[in-house]
T-cell receptor, first 110, second 115 residues
Framework: SQQGEEDPQALSIQEGENATMNCSYKTSINNLQWYRQNSGRGLVHLILIRSNEREKHSGRLRVTLDTSKKSSSLLITASRAADTASYFCATDLGAQKLVFGQGTRLTINP | NAGVTQTPKFQVLKTGQSMTLQCAQDMNHEYMSWYRQDPGMGLRLIHYSVGAGITDQGEVPNGYNVSRSTTEDFPLRLLSAAPSQTSVYFC????WGAGVLYEQYFGPGTRLTVT
């Protein structure tokens, strides 16, 4: 079964709006990572947040982590057409394995 | 730096054929892994390695073999291809230390079709 489950599975918003994606997981983690995948391409790392951190920022990206609820969220502010992609969370379980969720497909409409 | 390279980009096999997907990285990363991604799905871990000479199974290892004779290379072998192995295969590498996996660098993928 998937360790990380993302919500929503698909999200469509207007350019300039903010996009929020959520990731829930089941067991304790070392860290949680977010990746972006443009259609047909390899994944690109966005942010890594450690289990003892609550929030991290990178440009227009903000990631939060709530270990008590076993959940994380990725916020993209002031979205652009180039943000259209699939976004995946991945959890490091401390067992030399990174487990990916099924992803959120984000579409930014002009 | 070339990063993570994968060859070939596309491959069509007949059922029962074998082949090797190549993966190489030039970042001196200890950790390398292979994932498969099926349509509309996330990535599932096939095999991984924490250093030369050390490999282990992931979530979906059946039908695949790996070896790691050098830090740079991590080939994935399909022993006897089956239609269920039609997928996009991604290789990734990263630093790994004190039991923590850091950001993964992904190759561009190999799109495999088995008929």
């Amino acid at each position: 079964s998937q360790q990380g489950e993302e919500d929503p599975q698909a999200l469509s918003i207007q350019e300039g709006e903010n996009a929020t994606m959520n990731c829930s997981y089941k067991t304790s983690i070392n860290n949680l990572q977010w990746y972006r995948q443009n259609s047909g391409r390899g994944l690109v790392h966005l942010i890594l947040i450690r289990s003892n951190e609550r929030e991290k920022h990178s440009g227009r990206l903000r990631v939060t982590l709530d270990t008590s609820k076993k959940s994380s969220s990725l916020l993209i502010t002031a979205s652009r057409a180039a943000d259209t992609a699939s976004y995946f969370c991945a959890t490091d379980l401390g067992a030399q394995k990174l487990v990916f969720g099924q992803g959120t497909r984000l579409t930014i409409n002009p | 730096n070339a990063g993570v390279t994968q060859t070939p980009k596309f491959q069509v096999l007949k059922t029962g054929q074998s082949m090797t997907l190549q993966c190489a990285q030039d970042m001196n990363h200890e950790y390398m892994s292979w994932y498969r991604q099926d349509p509309g799905m996330g990535l599932r871990l096939i095999h991984y390695s924490v250093g030369a000479g050390i490999t282990d199974q992931g979530e979906v290892p059946n039908g695949y073999n790996v070896s790691r004779s050098t830090t740079e290379d991590f080939p994935l072998r399909l022993l006897s291809a089956a239609p269920s192995q039609t997928s996009v295969y991604f290789c990734a590498s990263s630093y790994w230390g004190a039991g923590v996996l850091y950001e993964q660098y992904f190759g561009p993928g190999t799109r495999l079709t088995v008929t």
